[in-house]
């Protein structure tokens, strides 16, 4: 599976981005695609995750304001973030693998998209 991460921006603080993640392969159906994110100096964290069901776990300061969603006749998750906040500036990976894990130990990985909020 290879992962294209794409719709990343500038936004101002209480703004919208969508971010998609297109993914080459005819099993993607099958797979768990999460969202992780990376700040400067900070440790790559587990933001969002969608399985094979549909079943979403989402981290807790992300609740309310983002909406992970899949297509999967289009080979693609999206990540619709709403009411951004300065602190969501980071670069967002798509992942993906067999099962939804809240840690980064995904077999494939996009190559991230620059999320900036300015304040």
């Known amino acids: 599976v290879q992962l294209q991460a794409s719709g990343g921006g500038l936004v101002r603080t209480g703004g919208s981005l969508r971010l998609s993640c297109a993914a080459s392969?005819?099993?993607?159906?099958?797979?768990?695609v999460a969202w992780f994110r990376q700040a400067p100096g900070k440790e790559r964290e587990f933001v969002v995750g969608i399985n094979w069901n549909d079943g979403t776990v989402y981290t807790d300061s992300v609740k309310g304001r983002f909406t992970i969603s899949r297509d999967n006749a289009k080979n693609t998750v999206y990540l619709q973030m709403n009411s951004v906040k300065p602190e969501d500036t980071a670069v967002y990976y798509c992942?993906?693998?067999?099962?939804?894990?809240?840690?980064?130990?995904?077999?494939?990985w996009g190559q991230g998209t620059q999320v900036t909020v300015s304040s």
């Open positions: 992942a993906a693998d067999r099962m939804l894990m809240r840690t980064p130990h995904y077999d494939y």
């Open positions: 392969g005819r099993t993607f159906s099958t797979f768990a």
